[in-house]
């Protein structure tokens, strides 16, 4: 624009020789006119280059901060998909402990109820085993008091024993004393009331001991 300017006022200055010198006056204000245009344009692209150059150093600083935020996304992209991979790993060895925590769990279920049914058999068994010994210390009992009965002395058949055993036995040969007719009635007596002494002794005699 300043060219142009400069052209048109060489032109302006060419074509209006001849009147400079009949206006000396009109041709310097027509000059200093042109000269403040010119600056006035100047100024204008001056201050449309500083615009320019502050609107591109703007976009660059803006097209760095995009650039920034974008790296940031990127990488807070990248750290949520590492934190989603390592979430994923930790709901696979999570959901692999959970099992192997319920088959331990079941495993012991099983031995708790086999623990449980062998209790109720030993349970059991005591209780066979306290009734065995009741019927054994009743029968200890019984036989003890069985074999006291048997131990006690029983008099009428130690008695009929004793009897029968008398009468199996031959009785005494005994000397008679040379004695009249009359007297061996009475020695008879005698003899008799002797020998059933004798067997009541030996009766009482057996009994006491027994």
């Given at each position: 624009m300043s060219r142009d300017n400069r052209g048109t006022i060489s032109q302006r200055a060419s074509a209006g020789s001849g009147g400079v010198k009949r206006e000396p006056r009109g041709g310097a204000r027509s000059q200093l006119a042109s000269d403040a245009s010119d600056k006035s344009s100047f100024r204008c692209l001056l201050l449309r280059q500083r615009n320019s150059r502050d609107y591109v150093t703007g976009g660059g600083k803006e097209l760095t901060e995009i650039k920034n935020i974008k790296e940031d996304l990127s990488r807070y992209i990248r750290e949520l998909e590492q934190a989603n991979d390592d979430l994923e790993r930790a709901k696979r060895a999570t959901v692999t402990s959970l099992e192997d925590f319920e088959a331990?769990?079941?495993?012991?279920?099983?031995?708790?109820?086999?623990?449980?049914?062998?209790?109720?058999?030993?349970?059991?068994?005591?209780?066979?085993?306290?009734?065995?010994?009741?019927?054994?210390?009743?029968?200890?009992?019984?036989?003890?008091?069985?074999?006291?009965d048997d131990d006690e002395p029983d008099n009428d058949r130690a008695l009929q024993h004793q009897q029968n055993h008398l009468h199996l036995q031959p009785p005494p040969k005994l000397q008679p004393p040379p004695q009249t007719v009359s007297d061996e009635n009475v020695d008879s007596n005698k003899l008799v009331s002797s020998t059933q002494l004798t067997a009541h002794r030996f009766c009482s005699k057996h009994t006491c001991k027994k």
């Amino acid at each position: 624009m300043s060219r142009d300017n400069r052209g048109t006022i060489s032109q302006r200055a060419s074509a209006g020789s001849g009147g400079v010198k009949r206006e000396p006056r009109g041709g310097a204000r027509s000059q200093l006119a042109s000269d403040a245009s010119d600056k006035s344009s100047f100024r204008c692209l001056l201050l449309r280059q500083r615009n320019s150059r502050d609107y591109v150093t703007g976009g660059g600083k803006e097209l760095t901060e995009i650039k920034n935020i974008k790296e940031d996304l990127s990488r807070y992209i990248r750290e949520l998909e590492q934190a989603n991979d390592d979430l994923e790993r930790a709901k696979r060895a999570t959901v692999t402990s959970l099992e192997d925590f319920e088959a331990r769990l079941n495993l012991a279920i099983e031995r708790n109820a086999f623990l449980e049914s062998e209790l109720d058999e030993k349970e059991a068994l005591k209780v066979m085993v306290q009734r065995l010994k009741d019927e054994a210390r009743d029968l200890r009992q019984e036989l003890s008091v069985k074999n006291k009965d048997d131990d006690e002395p029983d008099n009428d058949r130690a008695l009929q024993h004793q009897q029968n055993h008398l009468h199996l036995q031959p009785p005494p040969k005994l000397q008679p004393p040379p004695q009249t007719v009359s007297d061996e009635n009475v020695d008879s007596n005698k003899l008799v009331s002797s020998t059933q002494l004798t067997a009541h002794r030996f009766c009482s005699k057996h009994t006491c001991k027994k």
